[in-house]
């Protein structure tokens, strides 16, 4: 098996491969790296740095149930906004 180059990745790459491989630790770290290295983010703790990855995981998780949402309406069932309004 072939090592992944985490330092070739652009960061949305490595975002994907940490939302595919969630127990990957040295691809988590090399994300926290390439984060660390965005403006206006100063990481000060492991704690802090795991709580800025899950809330980047719930959005990607609550967007991707969005297209699925999405997908399903499409098939002629509920219209989309309606099954928004239900859910909130």
């Given at each position: 098996?072939?090592?992944?180059?985490?330092?070739?990745?652009?960061?949305?790459?490595?975002?994907?491969?940490?939302?595919?491989?969630?127990?990957?630790?040295?691809?988590?770290?090399?994300?926290?790296d390439k984060l660390r290295e965005e403006p206006g983010?100063?990481?000060?703790?492991?704690?802090?740095?795991?709580?800025?990855?899950?809330?980047?995981?719930?959005?990607?998780?609550?967007?991707?149930?969005?297209?699925?949402?999405?997908?399903?309406?499409?098939?002629?069932?509920?219209?989309?906004?309606?099954?928004?309004?239900?859910?909130?």
């Amino acid at each position: 098996m072939t090592k992944a180059n985490f330092q070739g990745m652009t960061k949305q790459e490595l975002r994907a491969y940490v939302l595919e491989h969630r127990d990957d630790r040295e691809a988590f770290y090399a994300l926290t790296d390439k984060l660390r290295e965005e403006p206006g983010i100063e990481i000060t703790s492991t704690e802090q740095m795991h709580e800025l990855i899950e809330a980047r995981l719930d959005e990607a998780d609550l967007r991707d149930a969005y297209k699925v949402i999405e997908e399903i309406a499409g098939l002629g069932t509920t219209p989309f906004e309606e099954i928004k309004t239900v859910n909130k």
